[in-house]
């Protein structure tokens, strides 16, 4: 609960004196481009905020899209059909698949716009979910002569980012590399 009430804190007014006394974590900045990076920026916290507030009572999944603003839904892909009953999803198979898959193919599967459903997921703290392994928290975002940047605490490097750079894209950033 501390995490999420300090990443609220950052999330609003970037990090504080109080996080200068907490040790250290270790920090990531992902740097971005666009026409008004300072906009990107207050997208991602918008939409993120709207996440982060809501974990200590998740919404089901058929509210988000009333919850979170109308187009960041919109720029989300559509969800997959449920699958049949009779048709169980095949592991093994798309295991195979994704393992004979070139580092540059899997890079083309990832840059796709997420579902909202795929990206809730990362951030969903019932059992359903990944919410309580997250490996990143907002701690800082701004702007300088190249675009803008956000920089996120993790649990080391490297770190399960798709969730953060789906968030920029979808925000309006372009040109997304990771580095100090």
């Given amino acids: ?74 720029r989300c892909a559509p969800e997959a059909p449920e699958p049949e009953h009779d048709e169980p999803f095949a592991v093994e198979a798309w295991l195979r698949q994704w393992r004979a898959m070139t580092p540059e193919e899997r890079a083309a599967v990832d840059q796709g716009p997420w579902t909202l459903s795929g990206w809730l997921y990362c951030f969903d703290p019932t059992e359903e979910g990944m919410g309580d392994d997250r490996s990143w928290w907002w701690w800082h975002a701004g702007t300088d002569e190249s675009g803008g940047w956000v920089q996120v605490a993790t649990t080391g490097w490297p770190f399960g980012s798709g969730s953060l750079s789906w968030l920029i894209e979808a925000s309006g950033g372009a040109n997304l590399v990771y580095g100090p």
């Avoid at 040790?23 to 207050?42: H, K, M, N, W």
């Fill in 1 to 74: 609960m501390e995490i999420m009430t300090g990443e609220l804190r950052r999330l609003r007014s970037g990090p504080s004196a109080e996080d200068d006394d907490e040790s250290r974590p270790f920090l990531a900045r992902l740097r971005f481009t666009a026409d008004d990076p300072a906009q990107v920026i207050g997208n991602a916290r918008a939409v993120l905020t709207c996440v982060v507030s809501r974990m200590g009572d998740w919404p089901a999944e058929e509210l988000w899209p009333q919850l979170l603003p109308a187009w960041f839904i919109q």
